[in-house]
């Protein structure tokens, strides 16, 4: 769950340490620099001994060094100051997925499918250049300048800009518009600062479009600020339903209750999860769930039922430590077994896909573990969120040559080679939605540029896996032309999980949930 996950920060506290602790550690380290063998990094060694001293507690402990501290705190906070570039490496090509709205990129035209090629005078296509490379060079100090060369497809020469870094705010929304007339989907990628804001303004703008149904996409989110999933779920409950109540050794029982202010309190909700919604948004599927406020549908969730708050230590890293679990309305504790150790409870929900679980409709859960809801439905604990409707992953594409062609990542590299036949002439973007077809044309080129990777063109291809590689490359140029929301709108059209969504929030099976 990376650096995402749910935490409190509290200041830090006074407390006296274990002087012979620590008098032990300074003299092991005091002898490795003095006596080992070779010379030892002991600052590196320290570092890696404190992670695996806290993943000893339990997985989401965890120590931030001072070289992540910041790129941690940006991810979450909803800022940082750079030039404002949403960036792809392909093929060794630094090519810009689009430039942040309002941000300094974007004020001095550069767009997408601009492949940057040099950064204060420094050739950086064709070298190996990695992702932190590339945010070190081009992130700095508010008011800072960076100069940079791009290769704009169609232009001759290269384009010279002089960037201003400024604030670039990080969107956690990555797409919400009305699918029906009265049904709106959102899709969350992470729980940050922002994301109440994002989600409450597009949320308000789609009601008032018409919007009296909602999905709520949170698949693949890995969480975030337990506050934020709070405010979310208060805007889909009634005032005074239980949102979530944590508790620890050294932390009082903390209930949290959803209040007045809620815009959304009425109308069908589906929340849509899989093995990749951990924290925050099991806080908000659970709380939908045990509120009988709505239906959660896809696979089980991560199971990540642990809060953490996070001190700043003396040279500016920082420690995020456990210190009290969440439980849904039902008295749900989420978190999974961490028994037999990290390396196996990051790899858990890989094992499902072994143990047959993401590809069956149903998921065995022990009866001493069943809870109920407002209403009086069994729902279960012991790890994760199980979903009232389970849509295993279809296993039918399998030897249709499908995966064979998206994994190989030619798809999204193609894709950005007609998006640059377009882009002088693209038509707006309903249009392109509406009425784009993949043509025979651009199948034939496609075909080439496997043929020049040395990839083949699979034998075996049934219609249904032809109609999805179609919907995703019509995807992939649509977010290369105007972004993730155009990407979200076509590739949902053939989206199994979403789909089922939809036939939930139909009134003949969303009002059973009052029957």
Same mark, same amino acid.
């Given at each position: 769950?990376?650096?995402? &996950?749910?935490?409190? =920060?509290?200041?830090?506290?006074?407390?006296?340490?274990?002087?012979?602790?620590?008098?032990? @550690?300074?003299?092991?380290i005091n002898y490795i620099n003095r006596d080992y063998v070779e010379e030892v990094n002991t600052d590196s060694l320290l570092d890696e001994t404190i992670n695996e001293f806290l993943h000893k507690l339990d997985p989401h402990s965890s120590y931030i060094s001072t070289a992540q501290i910041q790129s941690v705190e940006e991810s979450m906070q909803?800022?940082?100051?750079?030039?404002? #570039?949403?960036?792809? %490496? &392909?093929?060794?090509? &630094?090519? #810009?997925?689009?430039?942040?709205?309002?941000?300094?990129?974007?004020?001095?035209? %550069?767009?997408?499918?601009? +492949?940057i090629v040099e950064v204060e005078g420094e050739s950086i296509a064709g070298v190996g250049i990695t992702n932190d490379e590339v945010i070190?060079?081009?992130?700095? =100090?508010?008011?800072?300048?960076?100069? $940079?060369? %791009?290769?704009?497809?169609? /232009?001759?020469?290269?384009?010279?800009?002089?960037?201003?870094?400024?604030?670039?705010?990080?969107?956690?929304?990555?797409?919400?518009?009305? @699918?029906?007339?009265?049904?709106?989907?959102?899709?969350?990628? +992470?729980?940050?600062?922002?994301?109440? /804001? =994002?989600?409450? /303004?597009?949320?308000?703008?789609?009601?008032a479009q018409g919007a009296e149904k909602l999905v709520l996409d949170l698949r693949g989110n890995p969480g975030g600020y337990l506050h934020v999933a709070n405010a979310i779920a208060d805007d889909l409950l009634s005032d005074g339903e239980l949102i979530v109540f944590t508790e620890g050794r050294n932390r009082e029982k903390k209930y949290t209750y959803a209040t007045e202010k809620g815009i959304f309190e009425e109308g069908q909700v589906v929340v849509l999860i899989d093995e990749g919604s951990a924290s925050a948004s099991e806080i908000i599927a659970g709380a939908i769930q045990d509120n009988d406020r709505g239906w959660i549908a896809g696979r089980r969730s991560f199971g990540k039922g642990l809060v953490q708050e996070q001190w700043e230590l003396s040279d500016g890293s920082a420690v995020r430590l456990t210190v009290a679990r969440y439980y849904t309305p039902s008295g749900r504790c989420i978190q999974k077994s961490y028994e037999n150790g990290y390396d196996e409870y990051m790899m858990e929900s890989y094992h499902r896909f072994e143990s047959g679980e993401l590809t069956s409709d149903t998921t065995v859960i022990a009866d001493s573990l069943t809870y109920y809801t407002k209403g009086g439905r069994t729902v279960y604990g012991g790890g994760g969120i199980l979903p009232d409707y389970t849509i295993p992953i279809d296993t039918s594409l399998a030897g249709t040559g499908y995966y064979q062609i998206v994994n190989r990542g030619e798809l999204t590299v193609y894709a950005l080679n007609e998006a640059d036949r377009l882009r002088k002439n693209k038509p707006d973007q309903e249009s392109f939605i509406a009425s784009f077809e993949i043509t025979a044309e651009m199948w034939s080129r496609f075909k080439a540029h496997l043929n020049e990777q040395e990839v083949d063109w699979p034998n075996q291809m049934d219609s249904n896996a032809m109609a999805l590689i179609e919907n995703r490359l019509?995807? &992939? $140029?649509?977010?290369?032309?105007?972004?993730?929301?155009?990407?979200?709108?076509?590739?949902?059209?053939?989206?199994? #999980?979403?789909?089922?969504?939809?036939e939930i929030v139909e009134e003949s099976i969303a009002d059973s949930i009052d029957e």
């Open positions: 769950m990376g650096g995402k &996950l749910e935490f409190n =920060e509290r200041p830090i506290p006074g407390f006296s340490s274990n002087p012979k602790q620590a008098q032990k @550690i300074n003299q092991l909803g800022n940082f100051e750079g030039i404002g #570039v949403e960036f792809n %490496i &392909l093929k060794d090509t &630094l090519i #810009v997925v689009s430039a942040i709205a309002g941000g300094p990129s974007e004020m001095l035209g %550069i767009q997408s499918g601009d +492949r070190q060079m081009l992130r700095g =100090e508010k008011g800072s300048k960076v100069s $940079i060369k %791009i290769f704009r497809p169609g /232009d001759r020469g290269l384009l010279d800009f002089k960037i201003t870094r400024n604030e670039i705010p990080i969107h956690s929304l990555d797409a919400a518009y009305l @699918i029906d007339t009265n049904i709106a989907y959102i899709k969350l990628n +992470r729980f940050a600062e922002t994301t109440y /804001d =994002e989600f409450h /303004d597009a949320l308000k703008d789609l009601k019509k995807s &992939l $140029i649509a977010r290369q032309l105007y972004g993730d929301e155009a990407f979200y709108r076509i590739y949902n059209q053939r989206d199994e #999980v979403l789909n089922k969504g939809l």
